[in-house]
């Protein structure tokens, strides 16, 4: 895209140094009230007044308008005249000039200083430079207004609010609290204290105390806040980690959300990444705004029906399209391609993230915005909240989280920024735990112990041990089995086994644990129940464990991957909505597929015939209601049909249905006649809505039902699955894997 104001458009607008209100820059358009304007057509809006009124209409026009006759003189003048403003504007700031350069990839730099340095520009304003970026704070509040870095004044959008560029944040529900979702706290701070400056570190805090007298007057948590801010020397970034703690003999409340997010400069950032395979340049904020979108059936949902830029037209945008699971989530951000810029959220260690490995969380999404959250109910329902009963204490801290900024010196070299970040990454998980914060309450590598053993399979009816490889095991707070991807107020530490099951747990926090562990290719959780206790210092081995998945008889027939998963089923995005990032992977993320189920199946539900049917192509990826006469839904039942040879009549068959997901639904499982009572019904189960956030799973669920043999015949039979609850489009099922199982004799 070229641009016509290269020397304006290459460095940020400050705030206060627009000409009109509500007028913005972004390439080569002009905004101004919401609409999109060539620079000509701007000069004619404010020189002449027809064009002025004809500007809500559409009716003006530069090339047709009687100032054109000037029209080249008018412009030229106008352009050095802003930039004159721009450049005085930098002076009275106390900034340097903008210097161009021959190429519109180079950018001008500030020499780097030596060492760190907390700076004081004002009582409002703290300042964190190393030289090589400047992180400006708001004192005493503890929001981060501006990142300077490599030429550009603020990679954070200075038109926001500076409370609402770069935060830390919390839902929360408790006395007084009235909104049905709960209250939005930005912790706004009322401290400011050094806690570490020298040349080598600098490292901040921002505290906010609670107790019953300040919140008779305002609505707070009971909730003490250590909000810490660190930077190196040397370092392309900051750190930021926020300590939560509530002394015992607090009243309760209820946390649901907690998270860091960065709301980035719109000028600069369109370029997001995800993951090697999810990324993507981006449709612009206003892309959003009424007159430019259709807002579908729910407000994170828009079809883009007059987007600002023409490839965007007719793509669904919506953020859930681009949530990740926390294993998969340790580096994601946005890129500037020029100058080549980027900005990336890293996440050293999930230690501190609620739910375990597969819990899938958002990460960025139109804004730009990018976030890191570390707690919270998508995915899982209200089963996450952290209830506080009264008088219950409680700490953690959450983070270090590393914030990286990058470039590039080419503007071609833009996708290397990606590449890079993930170097980053793997530098800064090695260094885990790190040994630089100052906090007492974040502990270093030698307050930490570690577990170590060996997991095999032991699959009882077939005598047979199989290697647990490459399965996932951790430590979490003491439960049952599968209690961990509940678990909302503690840490866990996960690994993965080797090729002979072999397993490291390493740098954990003193405590209490129960050893958990599940295995790709099997049903079911591993629970090694002997609480295990963490000391510093402690290396303990307990040695070969065995996890002997639910089975009581072979296998007659299955369905599906058992993986925690729905992805290997079917899915067909509706062309009407679609997002170009996933027509060729990970379809499920596509919008609208609860309304698919009744395109391909108006009126009769799906069949599913064993040994003929391929789960791939017929088994659709969720059991979701139908939509009948266009105005509401109603329950659905599928069928499994499958054929017996012998029937042991006095023999028990096992039926494993393991569910990757279910939201406000009710399975009830009959066998051979449609019409009998259940012979099995989960009551209403799971609220983690990820049918409706593009989720391929959210919380697992194992059911085991026993079939009498005398409810099956010789020759064909049927198993009838249905879910009874209608009235949402979004309620249902997604099954990971279904198996029935012969009697154990």
């Known amino acids: 895209m070229e641009n016509a104001l290269i020397l304006v458009e290459e460095t940020d607008l400050p705030s206060d140094s627009l000409l009109l209100q509500g007028l913005s820059i972004l390439g080569e358009h002009w905004f101004l009230d919401g609409e999109v304007y060539s620079f000509e057509d701007l000069i004619c809006i404010m020189l002449c007044p027809a064009c002025w009124s004809g500007r809500s209409n559409s009716t003006m026009s530069s090339s047709a308008c009687g100032t054109g006759v000037l029209g080249f003189i008018v412009i030229m003048y106008s352009q050095i005249f802003i930039l004159m403003i721009f450049i005085s504007s930098y002076a009275v700031d106390g900034h340097e000039p903008f210097r161009s350069s021959e190429t519109s990839s180079e950018i001008w730099q500030e020499p780097l200083r030596d060492g760190v340095q907390l700076l004081h520009p004002d009582e409002h304003h703290v300042v964190l430079d190393n030289g090589i970026l400047q992180v400006t704070l708001s004192n005493p509040q ?261 914030v990286h ?170 062309p009407k909505y679609i997002n170009k990032l996933y027509v060729r992977q990970q379809r499920y993320r596509q919008y609208g597929l609860w309304d698919r189920y009744t395109d391909l199946y108006p009126n009769q539900d799906l069949i599913y015939s064993v040994n003929v049917s391929d789960y791939s192509q017929d088994w659709f990826f969720a059991q979701v209601n139908r939509k009948v006469n266009g105005t509401y839904y109603e329950g659905t039942t599928w069928q499994i049909k499958f054929n017996l040879g012998n029937v042991i009549a006095t023999g028990s068959y096992n039926l494993r249905l393991a569910l990757a997901s279910a939201h406000n639904a009710n399975l009830d499982v009959r066998v051979n006649n449609s019409e009998d009572p259940p012979i099995f019904s989960t009551g209403q189960i799971g609220k983690d809505n990820a049918i409706a956030r593009h989720g391929i799973h959210g919380l697992y669920f194992l059911c085991n039902v026993e079939i009498q043999g005398s409810k099956l015949v010789q020759g064909s039979n049927t198993i009838y699955l249905t879910q009874s609850l209608g009235l949402s489009p979004w309620r249902g099922i997604l099954y990971d894997y279904i198996r029935l199982e012969s009697p154990s004799s």
């Open 142 to 402: 503890g929001s981060i207004t501006a990142i300077q870095y490599n030429g550009i004044q603020n990679l954070l959008e200075p038109l926001n609010d500076e409370s609402d560029r770069g935060y830390w944040d919390i839902v929360w529900t408790g006395q007084g609290v009235t909104r049905e979702k709960g209250e939005l706290d930005r912790l706004s701070c009322t401290d400011f204290q050094v806690i570490v400056e020298n040349e080598e570190q600098v490292e901040v805090s921002f505290t906010r105390r609670w107790n019953s007298s300040v919140a008779a007057g305002t609505l707070l948590p009971p909730l003490n806040i250590d909000k810490r801010y660190t930077m190196l020397r040397g370092s392309s970034g900051f750190y930021t980690y926020v300590v939560y703690e509530r002394p015992a003999g607090w009243p309760g409340f209820v946390l649901t959300n907690t998270r860091l997010a960065l709301k980035l400069n719109k000028i600069w950032f369109h370029y997001m990444t995800v993951a090697d395979s999810r990324q993507r340049d981006m449709p612009l904020p206003d892309d959003r705004l009424p007159e430019r979108c259709q807002v579908l059936a729910y407000p994170e949902a828009v079809l883009l029906t007059n987007p600002i830029e023409e490839e965007f037209k007719g793509e669904v945008d919506d953020k859930y399209q681009y949530s990740g699971e926390s294993k998969d989530i340790r580096v994601h951000g946005w890129i500037s391609k020029d100058p080549s810029v980027g900005l990336w959220q890293i996440t050293p260690s999930n230690e501190f993230r609620s739910s375990g490995p597969l819990k899938q969380y958002l990460t960025s999404h139109v804004g730009p915005t990018s976030l890191s959250v570390l707690l919270s109910t998508h995915y899982s329902g209200e089963e996450l909240m952290a209830k506080f009963v009264d008088g219950e204490p409680w700490k953690k801290v959450l983070g270090p989280l590393y």
């Open 405 to 574: 900024v990058n470039s590039a010196h080419d503007a071609k070299d833009w996708p290397s920024l990606w590449g890079k970040a993930k170097e980053q990454m793997m530098v800064e998980a090695e260094s885990w735990p790190y040994n630089f914060p100052a906090s007492d309450d974040y502990l270093s590598a030698d307050h930490r112990g570690s577990v170590r053993g060996r997991l095999v399979v032991y699959e009882r009816y077939y005598e047979k041990n199989t290697t647990a490889t490459n399965a996932s095991i951790g430590l979490a707070a003491v439960g049952e089995a599968g209690s961990w991807q509940r678990d909302s107020k503690g840490y866990q530490f996960w690994a993965s086994t080797d090729e002979e099951g072999a397993f490291s747990i390493r740098n954990v926090l003193p405590g209490n644990y129960n050893l958990y562990a599940f295995v790709p290719g099997f049903i079911g959780d591993y629970l090694y129940e002997v609480a295990i206790n963490i000391t510093a210092g402690c290396d303990i081995d307990v040695g070969d464990l065995v996890y002997e998945p639910p089975r009581n008889g072979s296998t007659l027939w299955e369905i599906g991957v058992p993986d925690r998963s729905a992805a290997e089923f079917y899915t067909d995005p509706d």
